[in-house]
């Protein structure tokens, strides 16, 4: 049985191995741009720098106040076999979760300062200049390949809505070519499309407030 937890420390390294796998270079634009090869060594492959930014990245997430992340956990299996990543909405005068300044080996830092650029610029377009602030922003969410098509990505999905609609708050996120399928199934519209690294995205809501 699959069931929907909060992610705990002990569960980082699985998360960021699904991750890398569900969001591999040869699939994904986004990870194939952020880490090209002609920025590796052999030393160093891409798969490394990958998993060393996504350690980073996940722990920094597991601990900011702002972010919830869930993992879908198979009992049977005894691992996880799907996560999410949040942005729960600002509350009062609460603080923007800071962003990082790291760089990483092996990672081309000026398209990540596009890739953050382009993703801003959606959200200024969308919600003016307080971004999505004021709503449930859906960072990631990945699963398994052996263990898509089984509804575990929606049961990840409708926990972030089931939070939005309990805040009467609406849901927001941008979309990859694959994932479009399931958010539209979810009662997802589709906003408009935002080019990243000339693949087509789709920026898309869910009004909980119409």
């Known amino acids: 049985m699959v069931q929907i937890r909060p992610a705990r420390e002990a569960d980082l390294t699985e998360i960021v191995e699904l991750s890398m796998v569900a969001f591999d270079p040869s699939t994904d634009a986004i990870t194939r741009n952020l880490f090209p090869p002609h920025l590796q060594t052999p030393e160093r492959t891409d798969s490394e720098a990958i998993r060393h930014w996504s350690i980073a990245r ?5 601990h900011a106040k702002r972010s919830v992340m869930m993992v879908a956990f198979d009992d049977v299996l ?3 076999v799907g996560y999410s990543m949040w942005f729960a909405p600002v509350e009062g005068d609460e603080e923007e979760l800071p962003r990082p300044k ?4 092996g990672m ?3 398209a990540f300062a596009e890739l953050r650029e382009i993703i801003m610029e959606d959200e200024r377009e969308i919600f003016g200049e307080k971004g999505a ?3 449930w922003n859906l960072d990631s969410l990945g699963v398994h390949p052996q263990h898509q098509k089984k509804g575990i990505g929606r049961m990840l999905l409708d926990w972030g809505v089931q939070q939005a609609a309990t805040q009467g708050r609406d849901c927001y996120l941008v979309a990859t070519p694959a994932g479009v399928a ?3 199934a979810a009662g997802f519209d589709a906003v408009k499309t935002v080019d990243i690294f000339g693949t087509p995205h789709v920026s898309m809501m869910k009004r909980i407030l119409k």
């Open 58 to 62: 996940k722990s920094a997430r597991l």
């Open 78 to 80: 005894g691992n996880v």
């Open 102 to 105: 790291r760089t990483f080996a």
């Open 108 to 110: 081309d830092q000026a």
């Open 133 to 135: 602030s004021d709503v």
């Open 182 to 184: 399931l958010y539209r």
